[in-house]
């Protein structure tokens, strides 16, 4: 099982995800990002986390420590916010916590271009994206890490945040293993990944008695929202069934033909001036970021 720990101190929320995980130390001296059973993401999320996460680490990928934490919302009682303040008390209990990686930058375009990204591991990540039909690794939000960035030791990926993965588990109804993964806006799409390599070397990885272990470690509070499962272990089965078929039908969702960088350009380009369109004079000398920041902090001087 993942190791428990107890929630002692609140650090601080992580405003920049949509889901407002907290930064939280812990009574075993590590410091952690919770993700909450409260937050309207809802326990799937976590459910998502805990899969996809200990399958990356399975296969070889970096990932950062997952714990279960248990979380009294009295230990953040100095939060300001109330909606934050809600989500905690809609949260108390055992959240999940990941190992938080001090200092570590979101990977974006800009980062890439100081960062050499090797199309093998690129192409492994595309692969467990694809596999896990993860819809939130794009270029607009990456959910990948850059550590260390000191310039002590070689920096390197991290994955992070896989709530917005297993887009099946909300209706199995109608799940079929060999759907099609778009991946046009893959955040690694423009590095060459290898996918092709990747399915060779980690499509025989995934086996039943690999994801029957992973299964076992997600608790069993979390696997009873569904109508469609009497049990936990039920719902267990059909995570294992579903991800070993489509293991196995790789060859029916393997990415390919990745868009170049210009054809991306030319549809950001076409986005932008679609969503220019309607806009008033005065609202056409505004830049259009697309949610983007202004500017990327310049941090060339971390890398020695
Ligand atoms: N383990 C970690 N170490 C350092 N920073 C992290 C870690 N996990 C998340 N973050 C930071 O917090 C942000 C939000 O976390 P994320 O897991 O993506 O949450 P959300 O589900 O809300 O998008 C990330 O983009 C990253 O900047
Ligand atoms: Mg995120």
Known sequence: ??????????????????????????DDLGTYVVKFTGSAQGRKALVAEVIVGELARALGLRFPELVLV???PAVAAEEPHQEVRDLHDASAGVNLGMDYLPGARDFTPEIARLFPVDPLEAGRIVWLDALTVNVDRTVHSSN????PTFGTAPPRLWLIDHGAALVF??????????????FRHHALGQYGPDVRAADAELAPKVTEELLRGILAEVPDAWLTDDPAFA???????AYVDHLLARARLSAEWLP??????????AEEAARAERSQRGRPDWLKRVPDLHGRPAAEQDWSVHLG
């Open 1 to 26: 099982m993942l190791r428990e720990v107890t929630a002692i101190r609140y650090v601080e929320p992580l405003r920049s995800g949509g889901s407002v995980p907290a930064v939280v130390e812990a």
């Open 70 to 72: 248990h979380f009294d």
């Open 144 to 147: 990948l890490m850059v550590w």
């Open 169 to 182: 588990h909300h209706r199995w109804d109608t799940t079929n293993p060999g759907r099609k993964y778009d």
């Open 231 to 237: 049990t936990p272990e039920e719902a267990r089965a």
């Open 256 to 265: 390919t033909d990745f868009p170049d960088r210009a054809e991306l350009a």
